[in-house]
């Protein structure tokens, strides 16, 4: 999954069973449905809300008011990011005796994604007792099984008090610059409140889906009415709030642009509060059952100690095809992806069964689109053409119920995407659509240059910039450490873990970070970078395990899971590593236990 290095596209096996009639003319569908939406233009068919959509990226959410003097200081340690990657990084340097800790965000408080992401309807789809971290150690239940935002904001708040990280956190402040500085091995870093901050370890903690990107057709700037990214929900525009129905729609044509994970949430929002809703939709998403229901409070507190880590680990083995004995989280992820039907077998009947297995899944989801949507055009144009793993799924019991209200209009674009906006609407299939207020659900930059989504580009040895460094593709060991960039420890995507729970790999990877800085403040490092001969090591490891499932992504629909299908050498450089988190841990565990920074360039003193 994401940004593949160029795959064979592998020929697949031949049907063997007796529906095989069914099959080939499934199989024929994905392959049409996926050729329709190929674009020669890839990633850069986005842009990003700069320059003259820079308005696209006001914090709709901060004090606009807030001044505060400029800070001039030196610490051990800089976290740049202050979600759940930045919290963990600095709850784990605390455990570590590491209190000398500075935390910066552009954002006003903690949060990150949870932070800009106030939508409507905007919750978590996967569990909370699996999600949200560190409960057992704040004694904290949440109040349904799957939460929402608004609680999910609150609990990151939460963990800023419990854990007393407020006093270390600059809010909305971006960081302009950071340069190593040799001479007195510290990352010298400027901010846009004018602050100079020299710390020994510079963390990135940006986020993984923190760059909000806009489709790049034309005319978004010269639309009229309201027009803001989902990520910057604009509630004066809207009325209401992320706990309160919207009250400003009731005479409003609201146009929202894209139908990923985040569209399925906000549109049954729009449904029953504005005049009229339309729904451009590009690709369909896969929508199955999402079954929400307020948290056993017996139950939760019958739990025994150390319960959460057991059900973090569960959840991934589930989700990834281990098959574990019992299956504790029960819900639809784990029920949809109990069978990992993505990785390459060699064995003819076996890659046939899972590829029936995979197809039997999208069926029970394309079914489900005929037992809701009434009218059957659209539920035609609702179903998913893809295999289960192409896309992220979606669980949801009122997207589906939406299109059949008279207000909810589908704009299905059979593929090709919204074509442009004007002044006073959207045009898709070459006929405008007057629109009042204009939704962008339109994602992230993933796999554009991380001096691009970090919105600074480092400087290290020499001057040397991030970019120029990575001007072929990111070179790391472990996503974490790279050369000629001392105590500099990224959370990021490129080269490092994902999966279904987002958090259980932050929490990997700033477990990770805190103790390579705790264990070089202990062993007398002055610094630690990776060695050039690690970085190629460990892009063999992913290119090695990205094998297993180039095939099968390469069969799906673009999507930045597969880097919109463009297989350019210095992207493919950004693949993340493929199999489960608990092995991408496994390797950081190794790593750690060996005691000696095996891969890393150390210098004591
Ligand atoms: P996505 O990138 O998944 O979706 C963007 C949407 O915009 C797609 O439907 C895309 O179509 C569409 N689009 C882009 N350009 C055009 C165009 N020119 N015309 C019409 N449509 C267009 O972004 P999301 O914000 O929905 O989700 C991003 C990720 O955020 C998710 O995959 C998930 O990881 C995370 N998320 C997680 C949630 C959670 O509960 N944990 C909830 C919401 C999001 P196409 O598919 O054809 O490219």
Do not use: K
């Given at each position: 999954m994401m940004a593949l290095p160029r795959p064979e596209i592998l020929s697949m096996t031949e049907p063997q069973s007796a529906d095989a009639a069914a099959f080939a003319e499934a199989r024929e569908r994905y392959r049409r449905e996926r050729e329709k939406r190929?674009?020669?233009?890839?990633?850069?068919q986005f842009?990003?809300?700069?320059?003259?959509?820079?308005a696209f990226d006001r914090d709709p959410f901060a004090d606009p008011e807030l001044t505060r003097e400029p800070v001039d200081e030196e610490v051990e340690v800089l976290v740049m990011g202050a979600g759940f990657a930045g919290m963990l990084t600095a709850i784990n340097l605390k455990a570590h005796g590491v209190h000398d800790v500075r935390i910066l965000d552009k954002a006003g408080d903690f949060g990150g994604t949870w932070y800009w992401n106030r939508y409507p309807g905007c919750m978590c789809d996967v569990e909370s007792y699996t999600y949200l971290p560190l409960l057992e150690e704040t004694g904290y239940m949440p109040t349904e099984k799957y939460?929402?935002?608004?609680?999910?904001?609150?609990?990151?708040?939460?963990?800023?008090r419990h854990f007393d990280l407020y006093p270390h956190a600059l809010f909305?402040?971006?960081?302009?610059?950071?340069?190593?500085?040799?001479?007195?091995?510290?990352w010298h870093v400027t901010t846009s409140r004018g602050d100079h901050l020299r710390a020994r370890f510079f963390v990135t903690a940006g986020g993984i889906l923190a760059k909000a990107k806009l489709p790049g057709i034309p005319g978004i700037g010269d639309f009229r009415g309201a027009a803001f990214h989902t990520s910057r929900w604009d509630y004066d525009v809207t009325g209401g709030g992320p706990t309160e129905p919207m009250d400003r729609l009731g005479d409003k044509r609201v146009g929202i642009i894209g139908t990923g994970a985040t569209a399925v949430q906000v549109v049954p929002q729009l449904a029953t509060t504005a005049r009229e809703v339309y729904v451009f939709q590009r690709t369909p998403s896969a929508v199955g059952e999402r079954n929400n229901g307020p948290t056993d409070v017996d139950w939760f507190r019958s739990l025994e100690p150390g319960w959460q880590a057991e059900r973090i680990r569960n959840f991934t083995q589930v989700v990834t095809g281990a098959q574990p004995e019992v299956n504790l989280v029960g819900d639809g992820w784990t029920t949809a992806m109990w069978e990992d039907t993505h990785v390459k077998v060699d064995?003819?009947?076996?890659?046939?069964?899972?590829?029936?297995?995979?197809?039997?899944?999208?069926?029970?989801?394309?079914?489900?689109?005929?037992?809701?949507?009434?009218?059957?055009?659209?539920a035609e144009q609702l179903k998913p053409w893809y295999g289960k793993h192409c896309k992220r799924m979606c669980f949801h019991d009122e997207y589906l119920p939406a299109f059949n209200r008279p207000n909810v209009h589908l704009v299905d674009t059979d593929g090709r995407g919204v074509e442009r906006v004007t002044p006073t609407g959207?045009?898709?299939?070459?006929?405008?659509h007057p629109i009042d207020v204009l939704v962008f659900a339109s994602g992230y930059e993933v796999t554009t240059e991380l001096a691009s989504r970090l919105g600074f580009d480092p400087r290290g040895r020499g001057g040397l910039s991030l970019t120029e460094r990575w001007s072929d593709g990111p070179h790391t060991l472990h996503g974490v450490l790279t050369a000629e960039f001392p105590n500099l420890l990224m959370i990021g995507i490129a080269q490092a873990g994902f999966g279904t729970?987002?958090?259980?790999?932050?929490?990997?990877?700033a477990k990770h970070v805190a103790w390579i800085i705790a264990a070089c403040e202990r062993e007398g490092v002055a610094t630690i970078e990776a060695t050039p001969e690690a970085e190629e090591d460990w892009w063999a490891v992913l290119r090695e395990q990205s094998r297993l499932i180039a095939g099968y992504s390469a069969h799906c629909t673009p999507g930045y899971y597969n880097n919109e299908l463009s297989f350019d050498e210095k992207t493919a450089r950004n693949l993340v590593y493929t199999g489960s988190i608990l092995d991408y841990a496994g390797f950081l565990e190794r790593w750690r236990a060996a005691g000696d920074f095996p891969g890393a360039a150390v210098v004591t003193g």
């Open positions: 190929i674009r020669p233009d890839g990633i850069a842009q990003d809300m700069t320059g003259d959509l820079a939460a929402s935002a608004s609680e999910i904001f609150e609990y990151c708040r939460l963990m800023g909305s402040t971006v960081v302009e610059d950071a340069e190593w500085d040799e001479a007195a091995g510290r064995d003819p009947e076996e890659a046939a069964r899972l590829e029936r297995s995979d197809f039997e899944t999208m069926e029970g989801l394309r079914r489900r689109v005929d037992e809701i949507v009434e009218d059957p055009e659209t959207v045009v898709a299939g070459g006929q405008e729970n987002f958090l259980h790999f932050l929490a990997e990877s």
